[in-house]
């Protein structure tokens, strides 16, 4: 179903995609935002942003193109959205750094998961799937280590245009 007068399908992605996200049982005690976060107290120690990181914009419409049929003109529109999750996990040497990795994996699956579950994860988006990832390992102090991924979500939408 193509849902009518509307100028993106930004808003209904990140929204669905947050509450969704926020269900999720692997998710549990992680913080999960649909934009940047200017305070990262905010954020906790675990947390997805989803539509931005701390320091970058919201996300850009790549390409909006028009068709017309018979009866209606269509929006496509395609976009990526820079996101960022920080898994966490207490410990020193290899294991601690092992956990952390592992952590931080398993946050960057469980929005995997998600997304393939509801590839058309509102009534515009026709397909959305990560396409991209930067995996960083961080020292946040003598016994905690973490997992920052940055990664992209393609995704590709049709509605009507208001």
């Known amino acids: ?10 808003d209904a992605f990140l929204t669905a995609t947050r509450a969704g996200l926020i269900l999720r049982a692997g998710l549990a005690g992680v913080s999960v935002f649909s934009g940047p976060i200017l305070d990262e107290k905010e954020l906790g ?3 997805i942003l989803l539509g931005g990181t701390t320091s970058e914009a919201f996300a850009v ?9 018979m009866i209606e003109v269509l929006a496509n529109e395609s976009y990526d959205v ?4 920080m898994g966490v996990a207490v410990g020193t040497g290899e294991s601690g750094i092992v956990a952390a990795r592992q ?14 579950a509801n590839d058309t994860a509102s009534a515009t988006v026709q397909d959305c799937r990560i396409t991209r990832y930067k995996a960083t390992q961080l020292i946040l102090d ?7 991924v940055e990664f992209t979500v393609s995704v590709y939408a049709q ?3 208001a």
């Open 82 to 85: 820079p996101c960022e999750l």
């Open 61 to 69: 419409v790549l390409a909006n193109e028009y068709t017309t049929g």
């Open 45 to 47: 120690s675990e947390y």
């Open 159 to 161: 509605f009507l245009p």
């Open 1 to 10: 179903m193509i849902a009518p007068g509307l100028v993106t399908s930004l």
């Open 142 to 148: 003598e016994a905690t280590r973490c997992l920052k």
């Open 103 to 116: 952590r931080g994996l398993v946050l960057l699956n469980e929005v995997h998961e998600w997304l393939k």
